[in-house]
T-cell receptor, first 116, second 115 residues
Framework: GAVVSQHPSRVICKSGTSVKIECRSL??????MFWYRQFPKQSLMLMAT?????????EQGVEKDKFLINHASLTLSTLTVTSAHPEDSSFYIC????????????FGDGTRLSIL | DQQVKQNSPSLSVQEGRISILNCDYT??????FLWYKKYPAEGPTFLIS?????DKNEDGRFTVFLNKSAKHLSLHIVPSQPGDSAVYFC??????????????FGKGTKLSVIP
């Protein structure tokens, strides 16, 4: 099946650091990539949708200057958490899909971000 | 307002029996429905999907049923195996309009298959 690789799987860093998370579709071209955040025992909350070559669309309440998304190619999207603070600690997951209708999103394995 | 609801946070089933996970939705624009399986500290794994033009889709031990009039779908796993123990998320999307292809997730149901 379709493979989405997310890196790194875990990050621990000091408050004020910027952290970049990469999401790659390994065996298909991802027209659209999505970034989610999951809080403990909660569902996945969509943060933003990014289409290759265009600006990301952020969900209400998500700060675009805080969470920078770049979707520079059909196989790579990055999420940069700028000047991270402890409240940004969470599980971040990306997904990717092709441009065809009725096709599932395929997810990466997530990144556990811990800000000290 | 929760557009996709999984009202059972947990379910326990004996190995070999059928597991039935339920999901309700409220948005009539949804026309594509998916089930994902998730282990702790991992991303969701796609299991099976169904479009609104169908009422049943089967893949091995997994069958998804869709009742559009009731805005209800269910996932049947038979026979259940201990390796099926995980959290199952129901998700829905609309293939047109604003926010098309975005998934709206339920809160998940934790399935425990008892050997």
């Amino acid at each position: 099946g379709a493979v989405v690789s997310q890196h790194p799987s875990r990050v621990i860093c000091k408050s004020g650091t910027s952290v970049k998370i990469e999401c790659r579709s390994l065996d298909f071209q991802a027209t659209t990539m999505f970034w989610y955040r999951q809080f403990p025992k909660q569902s996945l909350m969509l943060m933003a949708t990014s289409n290759e070559g265009s600006k990301a669309t952020y969900e209400q309440g998500v700060e675009k200057d805080k969470f920078l998304i770049n979707h520079a190619s059909l196989t790579l999207s990055t999420l940069t958490v700028t000047s991270a603070h402890p409240e940004d600690s969470s599980f971040y997951i990306c997904s990717a899909r092709t441009g065809y209708s009725n096709q599932p999103q395929h997810f990466g394995d997530g990144t556990r971000l811990s800000i000290l | 307002d929760q557009q996709v609801k999984q009202n059972s946070p947990s379910l326990s089933v004996q190995e070999g029996r059928i597991s039935i996970l339920n999901c309700d939705y409220t948005n009539s624009m949804f026309d594509y429905f998916l089930w994902y399986k998730k282990y702790p500290a991992e991303g969701p794994t796609f299991l099976i999907s169904i479009s609104s033009i169908k009422d049943k889709n089967e893949d091995g031990r997994f069958t998804v049923f869709l009742n559009k009039s009731a805005k209800h779908l269910s996932l049947h796993i038979v026979p259940s195996q201990p390796g099926d123990s995980a959290v199952y998320f129901c998700a829905a999307s609309a293939n047109s309009g604003a926010g098309s292809y975005q998934l709206t997730f339920g809160k998940g149901t934790k399935l425990s298959v008892i050997p």
